[in-house]
């Protein structure tokens, strides 16, 4: 009777240890690809003047703000989709490996573009492929700097 409590007790821990790591994992991906996104939406924004004369050149003190709430409101979801894909694919295979958090970044980029249209242009489809890089460049880069700290930490 006791022993089997101990086992009980040792599956209880060894689930919380794994939802901790699905958790990590899935704050990991999503703050890498939210990250990554507003560099490059704020990229975009502070050249635009430099790619036509119509548009306003970007002003940190008067634009910054409303950029942010903008480009945060707007990645949101698609960072979401991403992370939640990649802790699904931690939960299934019980590791995480490139192609994974790529093809996490393609289906977000997709599923999130084509929502309530369709993809007619190539241009659309550029873009999306363009974005879905984005996310997979800031979810990896996320990914390898979680795994150094907690190589160095442990």
Request: with cysteine; hydrophobic share 60%.
């Amino acid at each position: 009777m006791n022993n089997g409590r101990r086992l009980s007790e040792w599956g209880q821990g060894a689930a919380r240890q794994h939802l901790r790591r699905l958790g990590r994992m899935f704050v990991v991906v999503f703050c890498g690809t939210l990250f990554a996104g507003y560099l490059a939406m704020l990229a975009f924004s502070a050249s635009g003047c430099f790619l036509s004369r119509v548009i306003r050149c970007f002003s940190v003190s008067r634009d910054l703000i409303g950029f942010s709430w903008f480009a945060v409101k707007g990645l949101f979801l698609p960072a979401a989709v991403v992370a939640l894909m990649v802790a699904i694919f931690l939960q299934i295979r019980g590791s995480v490996v490139w192609w994974n958090v790529l093809v996490a970044s393609l289906l977000s980029a997709l599923v999130i573009g084509s929502v309530g249209r369709t993809l007619s242009e190539p241009a659309e489809a550029f873009v999306l492929l363009v974005v879905s890089l984005i996310f997979f460049a800031g979810a990896q880069a996320a990914l390898l700097i979680d795994k150094r700290l907690c190589r160095t930490s442990a």
